[in-house]
């Protein structure tokens, strides 16, 4: 029986490496076309990023995104906004979900735009104009929101593209 310290302590090393590999990550990055402005990613009312790739060591839930023009509000009021949960999917249809959100007090302010990648790639929508069909009007338009089940999904915000 392999009982001894020196093997107890390899295998336990040995199940850290495997949890840190099979941790789920998600990153967020922007890609402002603009020439003016500054990406903001905000979860729970803390701003994780004003324009740099944001990575989450875990879900990355009811997280929103828009591009500040000095014309927004904190959490994207008056402008074009992004919402997504970045989350590994633990049964059919509980993975990641994002979407464009032009429901008041939000308005269309700048083309914008998401797609996924590291999974469900060419997957994602753009809203170029107030009118815009990819985007949220009103609460029960549940069906622009594009849905990724893939685990360690990665999302790409783009403005004025």
Known sequence: ??????????????????????AETHTVIFDNRCGFGTPTLIQGGQVL???????SNGPLTAAIAYLQTGSCGFNGEGCTLVETTLINPTTPGSGSSTDLSLIPPHAF?????????????????????????TAFHTPDQTGVQVACQTNDVNLAITFCD
């Open 1 to 22: 029986m392999f009982t001894s310290p020196r093997f107890l302590a390899f295998g336990t090393a040995a199940l850290a490496v495997v949890a840190i590999v099979k």
């Open 49 to 55: 990023s004003t324009g740099g790739a944001f990575t």
């Open 109 to 133: 302010s700048v083309t914008s735009g998401f797609g996924y990648f590291n999974g469900c790639d060419n997957t994602g929508a753009d809203c170029t104009d107030a009118g815009c069909l």
